[in-house]
């Protein structure tokens, strides 16, 4: 799947893809963290343009109809076997677009050979936990009271706990770590800075959001309480650590000593 979107994009990029939109009449903007989004934040006028551009290639749509399974014609193409229709339907290709459906997958297997690596949950909100006694951890009940407190500008990253509790997670980052290293993966990104946002359970947000695709097969092995979630508030501020943070905040406390934390910004 890597290399196949290696050479897709190679052959329409995002620059392609703006340009393709700002031609549809759908104009983009870029956000700080590199996100896309239509200038009028409204996704209907993505999907009237996707619609348009089907309608103007001939494209017909069919909707309400299941799809049964699949056989390969030996000449070339595939069959699909629609439920409530005696005759296949040929094509070319097939795009399966069932997200974590287990009967389409298992469908897939049987019809076509493929082998399908089980779905993991991506793109999820962090649950805190509820009854931590560890001095350092935020619990759910405390981030509860945060809730609706946007930033804007977070490291967020995961960590294995320490102690036996934490070997799963270990165990799961060095997979993924050997996974994430071959020549078609590149990179692993474990740690991401962006918006976040507290919800009445934990966090959520761009970043956040974003580290939980990355690492989505590593929690998904080890269970998210073999990891504690860290986050760097003051990362803006170029402070790495609570030693670093702790002295700015004592020599201000020094040049500033009639000024609450509510009427300036130290970090």
Request: net charge neutral; glycine share 10%; with cysteine.
């Amino acid at each position: 799947g890597a290399l196949l979107c290696q050479i897709m994009m190679g052959q329409f990029g995002p620059a392609d893809m703006h340009r393709w939109f700002s031609d549809m009449g759908v104009a983009l903007k870029t956000e700080a963290d590199g996100r896309v989004f239509p200038v009028s934040d409204s996704s209907q006028d993505v999907i009237d343009a996707l619609e348009r551009a089907a309608k103007e290639a001939g494209v017909q749509v069919f909707s309400k109809i299941r799809v049964k399974g699949a056989t390969v014609i030996p000449e070339g193409g595939l069959n699909l076997i629609l439920a409530g229709h005696t005759a296949p339907a040929k094509c070319d290709a097939v795009v399966f677009a069932s997200g974590s459906d287990r009967p389409c997958l298992k469908a897939i297997e049987e019809s076509l050979g493929h082998p399908v690596v089980p779905p993991v949950p991506s793109l999820f909100a962090f649950g805190l936990d509820q009854k931590s006694t560890t001095p350092s951890l935020l619990t759910g009940p405390e981030a509860a009271e945060l809730s609706g407190l946007s930033l804007t500008d977070v490291a967020v990253s995961l960590a294995p706990r320490k102690g036996p509790e934490g070997d799963p997670a270990r165990r799961a980052l060095d997979d993924l770590k050997k996974d994430a290293n071959t020549p078609r993966q590149g990179g692993l990104h474990l740690a991401h800075r962006g918006p976040v946002v507290f919800t009445h359970k934990g966090l959520s947000g761009p970043a956040a959001l974003r580290l939980s695709a990355f690492a989505a097969r590593a929690i998904s092995s080890a269970g998210m309480g073999a990891f504690d979630l860290c986050l760097n508030t003051v990362v803006s501020a170029g402070l790495k650590n609570e030693a670093q943070t702790q002295e700015v905040l004592m020599q201000l406390r020094k040049d500033r000593p009639r000024d609450g934390v509510y009427s300036i910004c130290p970090l």
